[in-house]
């Protein structure tokens, strides 16, 4: 289950790597509640979500039955049964705004104490985390409850509920049938969203970075976006340009420093801890200096 995160945030927890809260000068690693589809425990548990939640049974379905399934519609009920019963075990919004609440330090061996009924060391191992000795938990009292509900839900429920995480992930990237099911699920019922953004437009932004609209895995960042950025650059953002703005920024940065060194509130100590972290910054600005090489990259319309 630790490798289905890595590679499709598909995890009855979830984790990342953070700034400690208690200790800004480290990082730590966070466990958190997961396994839902739905956006929130609120779509499964009040009336009001009665026809979201009949929609994503139907799409959960609709995938178990594209990828060839056994059972489909048997085992779609199941998962949509099984992520309900997650949801009755997870903690609110609201509870999750608590700041001291979701800070619960523990060694791995205490969390499969506190936690059992889930192999948190093999979870671990397999997101490349073996090594790991100290934890956070965010939300503590649903940890022993999800643990239980994964130890008692049948083999069969749970991989058909991994199987389906995978396509949904993988969804806006595939087919036809695939990416028309994930919009009309995410994009129109959850989102309200009239009409898909034609195929191309999605190809460009994955490629480049941006969001097509509905949560696609590789949109923020894009699978190639700084392989796109050379290209843009080389044609619209001549160095000259960036030249000037450089010089702009350069001539900014020499204005504070100034400003600084004439402020008369402020005492000489505090003068150069300013002028200290002025010179800490790196001018970023139009494109990298220095970028990856794609010209040995082979694109290939079947791969």
Known sequence: MGREWLDYESSLFSYGIEVDLK???????????????????????????EKQKAAYQTYVTTLLKLVAWPEAVARAKDVVDFETRVA????TKAEQRNLDAIYNPMTVDELAKFAPGFNWKGF??????????????????????????????????????HAFHIADNAAPYLSKAF????????????????????????AITTVSGGDFGVGDRFGT???MGFGVGQLYSAKYFPAE??????????????????RIQKLDWMDDNT?????????????????????RDYSKLVVRKDD
């Open 88 to 91: 009755e075990a997870s903690w």
């Open 241 to 258: 340009a960036k030249a000037k703005i450089q010089a702009l920024v350069t001539n900014l940065m020499a204005a504070y420093r100034s």
């Open 221 to 223: 960042f894009g699978t």
């Open 179 to 202: 990416t028309a099911a994930y919009f009309d699920l995410h994009g129109k019922t959850l989102s309200g969203q009239k009409e898909q953004q034609a195929r191309w437009k999605r």
């Open 271 to 291: 003068k150069e801890q300013a002028l200290q972290k002025l010179d800490t910054y790196t001018i970023k600005v139009g494109y990298p200096d220095h970028t």
């Open 23 to 49: 200790d800004p000068s480290k990082y730590a690693f966070y466990l958190r509640q997961g396994g839902l589809g739905l956006p929130d425990r609120d779509y499964y548990l009040k009336p009001e979500f």
């Open 124 to 161: 671990l191992g397999t997101a490349k985390m073996d090594n790991l000795t100290r934890v956070i938990i965010a939300e503590k009292s649903a940890f022993p409850k999800l643990a239980d509900i994964y130890a008692k839900t049948p083999l069969e429920t749970i991989r058909a509920w």
